[in-house]
């Protein structure tokens, strides 16, 4: 008896990468590279946007010398993810580069990506942006 097993869309694809980011950033580097190119090839900008941020994530995880390499994927994801009509991708990318710039001394511009992420986030994903504010802000020794 064989089963049917569903082909998973692209943005469930892209979805996988980004979980697989910081569980095996390789396996997520190469996924994600693929989805956003097949993403981009068929205009399908909520994959792309999604994979662009896996992308990001991982290479953030896999190598220190590759930092503006994975800001510059993170970046591209809020591109994406506004152009794909969708403001909460794109606060979500915000929320992930304000993570990196935030753990790599730049404490200040993760926090102004926060603010900016903030007002598009409802949710769970509010919720998780809301405690990143404060630990950033607990970090910067701001406690009012």
Excluded: C, N
Aim: no cysteine; hydrophobic share 45%.
């Amino acid at each position: 008896m064989s089963t049917h097993v569903p082909k998973q869309t692209m943005p469930e694809q892209a979805r996988e990468a980004l979980r697989l980011a910081e569980a095996d950033p390789g396996r997520s580097l190469v996924l994600a590279a693929s989805i956003t190119q097949r993403a981009l090839d068929e205009q399908d900008l909520e994959a792309a946007a999604i994979a662009e941020r896996a992308w990001g994530l991982a290479t953030l995880h896999m190598s220190e010398e590759s930092l503006d390499t994975a800001f510059g994927h993170l970046r591209a994801a809020i591109k994406l993810g506004r152009r794909a009509g969708s403001p909460e991708l794109a606060a979500e990318a915000r929320m992930t580069l304000a993570f990196a710039l935030t753990v790599h001394g730049r404490a200040q511009q993760g926090l102004r990506e926060l603010d900016r992420a903030l007002p598009q986030l409802t949710g769970v994903a509010r919720a998780r942006a809301q405690a990143q504010r404060g630990a950033i802000l607990y970090a910067l020794d701001r406690f009012d």
